[in-house]
């Protein structure tokens, strides 16, 4: 509890994780960074292949582990690398966050957006509102309690 | 003591026509035990055997998980269910587990099965607005069924092949499948109206408003707390998994080698509940068998029933109806290829 008192909602730094589609939001990522945008540096990263490799479980896994949001970037609807693959992820997230909602969390610390590659300054403003999002909502109350 | 015969006999003389007939080799359905009280699950291959089929209020373990685990897949076999039954059948057919082609599902209408809390001496039979112990009748009281059943709004099975009335004697096919059945049983299909279901409808949608209405009433905090302190009493025995039909993976992810959750963990990370959810609920039946295994006394079906409800009607997808209807997370449909957005509700 001491660590959760001195976190209060003002001083909070929040842990993100993100899930990056290689193709596009990984890349749009990597411009963001050559490009020297600046962003929030709260996000840590995994870069899957397609939005669609972000299995429900790996969302429920990160905040039942103590991570405070989890960010789902995919490419725009008909972009996808693979076809139809980020149309699978939008119905997933859409099932998490409805989970998220009957169990007493709040949906809105799963996101999920569409960056390409060329949208360097939409992924750093995207962290940078995800991560404000999440510092008005305080700590995840699973890490809290653990 | 004989047991009174409910809907003329008509489920067991069915069963032992297309056994006699050869249109099934075996039956899978719920048996009266050889002590006379005890139901048990059974595949029936000889006609006589057929006469120990029960159409008693109880229903231990799914007819559909044990189909699929132990039904031989080369052989024609029959199934007596109830309509979770025949809904999660359909389930798992959908999923490719069970070839529909080999099942011959003969429905029986079903208003609730007994709560195993409720203590019951005597073979119980549930209807809509009555129950009776051993052929004498009882009022009609909630706390005697299974709280998942009071929510239930499929009391007729037609999604099987043939439905068979308990109370009255009357016989519906619904596929081709259920007319050859009813041929080889030499019964003709009742005529008359559908049946009224509206106040089975809204009894369930009372019951449905109660129990997730609760629910959503709660603050989140006291809802994220009223599940944690649930989850809590979990002694992770795998019951609910060990019973659920549509949780049907031979190498589960919950097994600690596959180090989601820890293996030796008292009570386990809450993420062992929200996977099984994540998994299930999409699909669910509302067979409630989860929460009559819970040693614990989670209300889990609650839970399950809840985000079901809530992705049925943003999918657009009723579990168990349908066999060409892919499950709603594995599928996409062309409307939502034109959307742009990334939300779909």
Not at chain 2, 40 to 61: G, H, K, V
Not at chain 2, 116 to 122: F, T
Not at chain 2, 327 to 335: A, H, R, V, Y
Request: net charge neutral.
């Amino acid at each position: 509890m001491m660590r959760a008192e001195r976190e209060t909602k003002a001083g909070f730094e929040p842990k993100i994780l993100g899930f990056l589609c290689n193709w596009c939001s990984y890349a749009g990522a990597d411009l963001a960074g050559v490009s020297r945008i600046q962003y929030a540096p709260n996000v840590r990263v995994i870069r899957t292949m397609c939005s669609a490799r972000v299995n429900p479980i790996f969302i429920l896994k990160a905040l039942t582990s103590g991570i405070d949001g989890v960010l789902v970037l995919g490419c725009h609807p008909g972009e996808c690398h693979y076809m139809k693959g980020n149309y699978y992820t939008r119905r997933r997230v859409t099932a998490v966050k409805h989970l998220l909602k009957n169990i007493g969390l709040e949906p809105e610390r799963v996101r999920l957006e569409w960056v390409s590659a060329s949208e360097g300054k939409r992924f750093a403003d995207t962290v940078d509102e995800f991560t404000k999002t999440i510092k008005g909502l305080g700590p995840n109350p699973l890490r809290v309690t653990k | 003591m004989k047991e009174k015969v409910y809907g003329g006999g008509l489920v067991q003389s069915i069963a032992a026509a297309i056994l006699k007939a050869g249109l099934v080799d075996e039956v899978l359905a719920f048996v009266t035990g050889l002590d006379g009280r005890d139901i048990i699950p059974a595949f029936i291959t000889s006609e006589d055997e057929a006469q120990r089929i029960t159409t008693a209020s109880y229903n231990p373990c799914s007819l559909a998980k044990l189909l699929h685990k132990y039904g031989d897949q080369h052989k024609k076999i029959g199934v007596v269910v109830r309509s979770c039954d025949a809904r999660a059948i359909i389930e798992l057919a959908k999923r490719h587990q069970i070839n529909l082609d080999n099942i011959y599902m003969i429905g029986r209408e079903c208003y609730g099965v007994a709560n195993i809390n409720e203590d019951v001496s005597g073979a119980l039979h549930i209807f809509f607005d009555r129950i009776e112990v051993d052929g004498k009748e009882q009022k009609w009281e909630e706390k005697m069924l299974r709280p998942n059943c009071l929510r239930c709004e499929y009391p007729i099975p037609t999604m099987a092949d043939v439905s068979v009335s308990i109370d009255n004697n009357s016989v519906k096919a619904f596929t081709e499948k259920g007319k050859q059945i009813l041929a080889a049983a030499n019964i003709a299909e009742s005529e008359g109206a559908t049946d009224d279901l509206t106040a089975v409808k809204e009894r369930a949608s009372k019951y449905q408003e109660r129990d997730f209405g609760e629910l959503t009433k709660m603050e989140p905090e006291e809802r994220l707390n009223y599940w944690l302190s649930q989850f809590d009493k979990c002694i992770k025995c795998y019951g609910c998994r060990d019973a659920c039909p549509i949780c049907y993976c031979k190498d589960c992810t919950l097994e600690p080698e596959h180090m989601l959750v820890k293996g030796a963990q008292l009570p386990p990370e809450k993420v062992f509940h929200l996977t099984r959810l994540i998994h299930v609920a999409p699909g669910c039946v509302n067979c409630g068998q989860c929460e009559a295994a819970c040693p614990a006394g989670i209300p889990i079906s609650k839970l399950y029933h809840q985000l079901y409800k809530e992705l049925s009607s943003i999918f657009r997808y009723e579990s168990g109806f349908d066999v060409n209807v892919p499950p709603p997370l594995d599928t996409i449909t062309d409307e939502e290829l034109t959307l742009g957005g990334v939300t779909i509700d």
